[in-house]
């Protein structure tokens, strides 16, 4: 395990739904990232919270929408979704992100996301 | 931004041979090259990573080597085990402070043959 657990690992919801991923870290870091994973594309940088602030949206559309209450918790709420966005949604922490050991970043399982 | 390309996508191997992955990034600004594995139903996991002010880095049986001029890095995986079977992700950043933006490969896909 790495320290990084998100919840729920599958989900299943239709184009009108709202939904939330939530993502907790234990291990004492202070920057979280959402990541978008699909098939046969690079992974895909959609968030970075450092000290809960927002420091970094990927152009990402607001159907997506970040929260991080604290520097352990993280969370991305989901409404209307389209089915492109059907994906693996991956959660990463770091000590901070600056260069060296503070940026390595600790992946969480994911959630599997369907959008029907 | 960052392009980098990863290649072989798919990669098999017999067992106790070497495997080699390539990639190639465009930011010749970048300085951060971490390599990840990704096995069935978990996240990426940093498995070795090298920065540029260094040419090649080992962590037992896998090593990063980095030529800046080419703009080219690559991980080696030697005595190859079943267990090794995964994907494999490159990634380059440029990291200043108050930012670690990660650009990743397209991932290649590594079966070790018993």
């Known amino acids: 395990e790495t320290g990084v657990t998100q919840t729920p690992r599958h989900l299943v919801m239709g184009m009108t739904n709202k939904k939330s991923l939530k993502c907790e870290q234990h291990l004492g870091h202070n920057a979280m990232y959402w990541y978008k994973q699909s098939a046969k594309k690079p992974l895909e940088l959609m968030f970075v919270?450092?000290?809960?602030?927002?420091?970094e949206n990927n152009s990402v559309p607001s159907r997506f929408s970040p929260e991080c209450p604290n520097s352990s918790h993280l969370f991305l709420h989901l409404h209307t979704l389209q089915p492109e966005d059907s994906a693996l949604y991956l959660c990463a922490s770091s000590l901070g992100t600056s260069g060296g050991v503070m940026g390595e970043q600790y992946f969480g399982p994911g959630t599997r996301l369907t959008v029907t | 931004g960052e392009n980098v390309e990863q290649h072989p996508s798919t990669l098999s191997v017999q067992e106790g041979d070497s495997a080699v992955i390539k990639c190639t990034y465009s930011d010749s600004a970048s300085n951060y090259f971490p390599w990840y594995k990704q096995e069935l139903g978990k996240g990426p996991q940093l498995i070795i990573d090298i920065r540029s002010n260094v040419g090649e880095k080992k962590d037992q049986r896998i090593a990063v080597t980095l030529n800046k001029t080419a703009k080219h890095f690559s991980l080696h995986i030697t005595e190859t085990q079943p267990e090794d079977s995964a994907v494999y992700f490159c990634?380059?950043?440029?990291?200043?402070?108050?930012?670690?933006?990660?650009?990743f490969g397209t991932g290649t896909r590594l079966t070790v043959i018993p």
């Open positions: 990634a380059a950043s440029f990291t200043v402070t108050g930012a670690n933006n990660l650009f």
């Open positions: 919270y450092n000290f809960k602030e927002q420091t």
